[in-house]
């Protein structure tokens, strides 16, 4: 029963209504009761988790799938601090995310109560902002505030810690709003003196090229992008990010640039006289070698986050604005470039370098990925864990449209795979979901198979099972001798029998003759999850690799056949 | 005779000073500290103290390292909700002082030369006891630096210095 004057609970809860949020995805404890108790009464769906970090990655899955931020709650202590990993994630890859995590009394702060950890303290670094509610009436402001910063300018995670006291004492507050943050600016427009600076230097190169990233899927500039490229007749590249905000599949797009990129991607990037970056930050998974990038090449960065401005390399231009109304106000500046050359160069590398694997040999997963993509007719909303499947993944299902690649790139963290694809099915129940998870990142979250079977979640699992991390086991093999350390996953359960325990359908790939097969089952599955094991190859490598430090001309197209120098990168 | 004139010279061995507008929120110098720990930047000297309006404050920071790092550093400060603005004012000609507290040891044979010391540099005698000898001085950081170097010989037993403040000149904002 609601109170005349709501508690900070309810208050806390009406608040969120206000913001339109749909789903918590939660994990309940002591000093959250009041919150959960609130939720009793609202509209809001509350989606219990088996893991406090499932509920994160479900956020950041929901988030990321849909552009509406994505709502986790949970208790103080190891509740809190279980969430640690998700905001880390979150953050890295820009996600909108709200954490709210109940704490001890406010009276008990400092004393080591039961359950009481710094969690404001704990998270600084992993947070875009964070507040430690002192007083029930500052709960609305706290709570607008809170959707504001992060859902605009870079979008990220912004946790709110609210002592039990306060969320059980009468808020007598009015809802906000308006926010006051003076400290807070985000860009807009681009400046009209950058935007002809960067119609300059484009009216000048003959071989430009266009690196799209995470960027560009947030601020929805896909169709800009296009217009742009169509325009100045210049390729495309993408981030791992970057999938999705133009259509892979288009002529001028190159697909995926970087370590494991396709190689006509980075002959691109080696060759271009100009790169422009769209919502892109010269992360060392696509620089390489810093030094040697694009060394010639004159460099234009457009970023609504100026801390990125001259981070890594130092551009020619900075245009410090939303990706999206940038790009529209440039394409009336720009005219078709002399690259007539360059494209039919960009087409040859596609021709001679095309993302290739061998057809026999046993099970692979480039295949199975292949051909769900050609089942799904590029069409699915793909979440991937982190390691070999998801470079294979990001090879072999080209993105075709916005938010439809979900992928823990900055952070890289193993286990976000499937409760993302969870998330993802939540805020998109009409989209077909998968997840393409590996043995080692799905054994980390999939508890959360319980939570997709008793909400009728009907994201569909893929499990490209080698037995080994195989990554890590890549590298060694690669660079270390093949002194195979701590990546031999034996004990793995049998995944099928797994899924079945928790009463989802499961499918299992042994050779490559089952793949259409099995996969069309599991499509054909309604009403809940499924689960296809794919029992493939342990030894198979991913190429093409840039060895992690190595300028991009180092890439290796093909398995080499000498032994290599380990890489000066960090991973 | 007239104290010395020592400028305030642009980044003397690296160091940068910084100020920062900060709205007056829990965590906001937490916030900050962290740009730089994350680095392994240490931060030589630190002021906080209430702004003009009453819901912020300024925090002037003098940090050593290298150029471009503090450059960004300073953009990721900017960033930071709390933070209205961020300013590198390292050899520009804002206006900059500190005051230190200074205890010497001064056996009646050394006194009056450490209080010529200090008559020089326009320092006051804050404390004076049989046995030392405590001088506030103020001024820039390079002139207190000199100040210091000089007593060390006499025996300095515990030094207390602001840390540097400043502000620009005219209208300008800080």
Redesign the interface.
């Known amino acids: 029963m609601a109170h005349p004057v709501p508690n900070g609970a309810e208050k806390l809860v009406q608040c969120l209504e206000r913001e339109g949020v749909e789903y918590i995805f939660g994990l309940s404890g002591g000093a959250a009761i009041p919150i959960f108790d609130a939720l009793v009464d609202s509209e809001i769906e509350l989606v219990l988790v088996r893991h406090e970090q499932g509920a994160t990655h479900m956020a950041d899955g929901y988030a990321r799938a849909t552009g509406r931020p994505g709502v986790v709650l949970v208790t103080s202590g190891p509740g809190a601090t279980n969430t640690v990993t998700g905001l880390l994630t979150a953050l890295m890859d820009s996600a909108p995310m709200i954490v709210i995590t109940g704490q001890t009394l406010s009276t008990n702060l400092g004393k080591d109560a039961f359950q009481e950890a710094d969690v404001?303290?704990i998270t600084?670094?992993v947070v875009?902002?964070?507040y430690?509610v002192?007083e029930p009436d500052d709960i609305p402001r706290v709570v607008r505030e809170a959707f504001h910063?992060a859902t605009t300018g870079r979008p990220g995670p912004v946790l709110i810690d609210v002592p039990k006291d306060i969320s059980s004492a009468p808020c007598k507050a009015p809802f906000r709003d308006e926010v006051h943050?003076?400290?807070?600016v985000v860009p807009g427009r681009a400046r009209a003196e950058d935007l002809d600076a960067a119609a300059d230097l484009l009216r000048r190169s003959r071989r430009p090229l266009l690196y799209v990233g995470h960027g560009a899927v947030i601020a929805d500039a896909g169709k800009a992008v296009m217009e742009l490229a169509e325009k100045l007749r210049s390729p495309i590249v993408n981030t791992l990010l970057g999938k999705g905000a133009t259509d892979e599949t288009h002529p001028l797009h190159l697909g995926m640039m970087g370590m494991h990129g396709t190689a006509y991607a980075n002959k691109a990037v080696v060759g271009c006289d100009l790169i422009m970056a769209i919502g892109a930050r010269w992360d060392d998974r696509v620089t390489g070698k810093v030094d040697e990038f694009c060394a010639d090449a004159k460099k234009i960065h457009l970023d609504i986050?100026?801390?990125e401005?001259?981070?890594v390399v130092r551009p020619d231009l900075c245009i410090a604005a939303d990706a999206k109304q940038a790009l529209e106000e440039l394409v009336p500046r720009v005219s078709a470039c002399d690259s007539s050359e360059w494209i039919k160069r960009c087409d040859e590398w596609r021709k001679k370098y095309p993302l290739k694997y061998p057809k026999r040999g046993g099970l692979r997963a480039q295949q199975v990925l292949d051909r769900l993509n050609v089942l799904t007719e590029g069409r699915a909303v793909i979440t991937t864990d982190v390691g070999q499947h998801q470079m294979w993944a990001a090879q072999f299902l080209p993105t075709r449209s916005n938010r439809h690649w979900v992928t823990s790139g900055g952070a890289g963290t193993m286990g976000f795979g499937w409760p993302a694809a969870i998330g993802a099915k939540f805020g998109r129940p009409e989209a077909e979901v998968w997840a393409v998870v590996g043995d080692g990142g799905f054994q980390m979250t999939m508890a959360e198979l319980a939570t997709a079977a008793v909400h009728g979640i009907a994201a569909k699992c893929l499990i490209i099972n080698n037995n080994y991390l195989g990554m890590v086991r890549q590298w060694q093999e690669l660079f270390y001798e093949n002194r195979l350390s701590g990546v031999d996953l034996e004990g793995n359960p049998d995944f099928v029998k797994l899924a079945e325990a928790y009463g989802i359908p499961a499918f299992r790939i042994r050779r490559s003759a089952d793949i259409d097969r099995q996969l069309k089952a599991a499509r054909a599955v309604q009403g809940g999850p499924c689960v296809v094991v794919a029992e493939v190859m342990k030894d198979d490598n991913v190429f093409p690799m840039i060895p992690a430090g190595a300028p991009v001309s180092h890439m290796i197209i093909d398995p080499p056949k000498q032994r290599l120098e380990k890489p000066s990168g960090s991973t | 005779m007239a104290a010395p004139e020592l400028a305030d010279a642009p980044a003397p061995d690296g160091i940068h000073t910084i100020s920062l507008y900060v709205h007056n929120r829990p965590g906001v110098l937490v916030r900050v500290a962290l740009v730089f720990a994350r680095r392994g930047y240490n931060i030589e000297s630190l002021v906080v103290s209430p702004a003009a309006s009453g819901d912020f404050s300024r925090m002037t920071i003098t940090s050593r390292g290298d150029p471009a790092t503090l450059e960004q550093m300073i953009r990721q400060l900017a960033k930071l909700v709390d933070v209205v603005h961020a300013v590198d004012h390292t050899g520009d000609s804002s206006y900059a002082t500190e005051i230190a507290l200074i205890k010497v040891e001064a056996r009646v044979d050394e006194r009056t030369e450490i209080l010529q010391i200090a008559e020089h540099f326009k320092a006051k005698v804050a404390d004076y006891g049989t046995d030392s000898l405590m001088l506030r001085a103020y001024g820039s950081s390079e002139k207190l630096d000199a100040l210091i170097e000089l007593l060390r010989a006499h025996g300095l037993r515990e030094l207390v210095r602001s840390g540097k403040i400043l502000m620009t000149r005219g209208l300008a904002e800080t």
């Open positions: 404001t303290g600084y670094p875009k902002h964070s430690l002192k910063l943050l003076p400290g807070y986050d100026p801390s401005f001259n981070k």
